[in-house]
């Protein structure tokens, strides 16, 4: 009977139904493999590489472009942050359009999330990203045709990798930083900028504990805005650090004047701005009493 049905079929038809048997089935994702975040992959795609930490680490979240500089990785813009990291390379089905891949992506993070993005040669060289970014060679192809997407989801910290390789194949690397702790992203240079237009700006992500001491993620945020401070060389800024900690005022303003001083070390530049680090400890409370540290920079208050 299926016999004379295939008989029976016009060319067009017939020449279909010999391509749906003779194209094999998409391969499957490999053991143990999940998309990371709850958000459709592109269709047709799977996973061929995938990794999960089994408890929290420290990671590197970037948010800028890469490039080298006499060997080393210069990275413009990012945060440290313990995290517990699953990544998941997928691989697309032949003949897809980068830009349809790209546009499907981009719908990973609302526009209010993105913290920063580019495509092609504004990335920097595919190269750094693959090997030394991520320590992928499958995401090694030719500048013009990556993409990067870095922003925050409900889940975490999320990064996308687009590459088209030069065999015309297209691999997405999705990268989620899962964390408990409210890390707060800003761009050193909008900081900066922010300090050179207000007068003064709070360093989110800068939370000094209790004695003092600054937890190891505000290592990142700071090294982040200390290449932008040259923006205000010849100036002088105020390091103000906040704390609101149990004991006699006078041994939590010390604390936070050491606080002050762990700061300036880690902000100093030798083309950049007079730094003056001040321990203000309780004395200028807000309402939610969290520790914080902030840039001044009084020749701007003066003038408000």
């Known amino acids: 009977m299926t016999r004379n049905l295939i008989h029976k079929l016009t060319p067009p038809v017939m020449a279909a139904f010999l391509l749906i048997l003779l194209t094999p089935a998409f391969a499957a994702d490999v053991a143990g493999a999940s998309d990371p975040i709850k ?6 795609s799977r996973i061929v590489s995938y990794s999960a930490d089994a408890e ?5 979240f970037i948010v800028s472009h890469v490039e080298k500089i006499r060997r080393e990785l210069r990275v413009e813009e990012q945060v440290r942050v313990n995290a517990r990291e699953i990544r998941a390379i997928y691989e697309v089905a032949a003949g897809t359009p980068l830009d ?45 045709g990556q993409f990067y997407l870095a ?3 409900a889940e975490g910290l999320l990064s996308v990798y687009v590459i ?7 691999n997405v690397l999705l990268r989620l930083l899962v964390t408990s702790d409210d890390v707060a992203i800003q761009s050193g240079s909008r900081i900066v900028d922010a300090l050179g237009s207000k007068g003064h ?15 190891a993620r505000a290592k990142g945020v700071l ?40 700061v300036v070390g880690l902000l100093a530049l030798s083309a950049g701005p007079a730094l003056v680090p001040f321990g203000a400890g309780p004395l200028l409370p807000r ?14 208050r003066a003038r408000e």
């Open 164 to 170: 088209e390789r030069g065999n015309r194949r297209i």
């Open 151 to 153: 922003g925050k989801r």
């Open 201 to 215: 700006v709070i360093v989110n992500g800068v939370l000094p504990n209790l004695d003092g001491t600054l937890p």
């Open 100 to 144: 349809d891949v790209i546009r499907h992506y981009t719908r990973t993070l609302p526009a209010d999330d993105v913290l920063f993005s580019c495509r092609g040669r504004d990335c920097g060289r595919s190269a750094q990203w693959a090997n030394q970014v991520f320590g992928e060679a499958t995401l090694l192809g030719p500048d013009a």
């Open 287 to 300: 309402s939610d009493r969290v520790g914080r540290v902030e840039l001044v920079l009084p020749h701007r």
């Open 223 to 262: 090294e982040s805005v200390r290449p932008h401070l040259e923006k205000l060389r010849e100036k002088e800024v105020y390091v103000v650090c906040h704390l609101y900690a149990p004991g006699e005022v006078s041994g939590v303003i010390k604390r936070s004047q050491s606080c002050a001083e762990q």
């Open 56 to 60: 929290p680490q420290a990671h590197e």
């Open 39 to 44: 958000f459709d992959r592109y269709p047709q």
